[in-house]
């Protein structure tokens, strides 16, 4: 009876997982351990050449990302000014409006007064009248001071066009900066990017994982390093003792700095 071959099953990816909690795995791999690590350390290098050329456009993305959300800012507001004095604009038609309509009738309430003779009606009318002359005393009220928040608006808007003049100017100069080094660079970026994809490929999705993380936690973002120095972690700079010495230069061995958990490969990787 033939045996029944069992799939083997693959490790969930940890996101917590660093090199040391992948070591007694790293082996187990289509790639030789040295091959395993030559991979890994063309990674880092692609990487560090990527890094540079992000660097060399510093912080010229972030900036022109807030200048473009600043200039967005500006425009809204404007709109928001603009939709405020249509409503302004609007209630001035209706109050004056309001204003005509009272005026004309307390003309016409004046001109019963000279025909009433009851003392009662006449007061009646008297208080019609006043109370028409109020409300077109507060219809024009709010017509003018309508007007004057209008005017204060439109000053408003002129300082915010103003501003968003210079912050295009701005968008624009940043711009340009940023476009020249991308043109330089822009065949370079493409290639690294082609390699480190390729080489990505190769590498298993818990490594990977270890990789990325290692990178993303440290200062100098070096998840792999040669040794420094003949004796120290290139990537810490702490000595290395005799015998990983020893393990690291076989390079058929996964050694990982005690103290900043980094692989460490021999100086040969470069050559």
């Keep these: 009876m033939a045996t029944k071959k069992t799939k083997k099953v693959a490790t969930p990816v940890d996101q917590r997982e660093t090199f040391v909690s992948i070591q007694k795995n790293f082996a187990d791999s289509e790639l030789s351990v040295e091959e395993k690590l030559r991979v890994l350390y063309d990674l880092q290098k692609a990487d560090v050449a990527i890094d540079k050329i992000m660097n060399r456009r510093g912080e010229l993305p972030e900036e022109v990302k807030a200048l473009e959300e600043e200039i967005a800012a500006i425009k809204a507001k404007i709109a928001k000014i603009n939709e405020l004095n249509a409503g302004l604009n609007l209630s001035i038609a209706e109050n004056k409006e309001k204003a005509a309509s009272s005026e004309d009738a307390a003309a016409k309430y ?8 009851n003392s009662r009606e006449y007061d009646s009318i008297e208080k019609e009248i006043e109370n028409l002359d109020l409300e077109k005393q507060i219809a024009d009220k709010f017509v003018g001071e309508a007007k ?6 439109k000053d408003a808007i002129a ?8 912050r295009a100017e701005d968008l624009r100069i940043k711009k340009e900066e ?3 080094i991308a043109k330089t660079t822009v065949d370079e970026e493409k290639a690294l990017k082609t390699k480190r994809e390729a080489l990505a490929e190769k590498i298993d999705e818990r490594t990977m994982s270890a990789y990325e993380r290692i990178r993303a936690s440290v200062h100098n973002h070096l998840a792999v390093v040669s040794v420094f120095n003949e004796n120290a972690c290139g990537g810490c700079f702490n000595t290395i003792i005799p015998q990983r010495l020893i393990d690291i230069a076989s390079m058929n061995k996964l ?4 103290h900043c958990g980094r692989i460490i490969v021999s100086p040969e990787m470069d050559k």
């Design 110 to 117: 004046r001109a019963q007064l000279n025909q009433i003779q």
């Design 148 to 153: 004057i928040k209008i005017a204060e608006n």
């Design 255 to 258: 050694v990982i700095c005690e």
């Design 159 to 166: 300082e915010l066009e103003q501003k968003a003049e210079v």
């Design 178 to 180: 940023l476009d020249g």
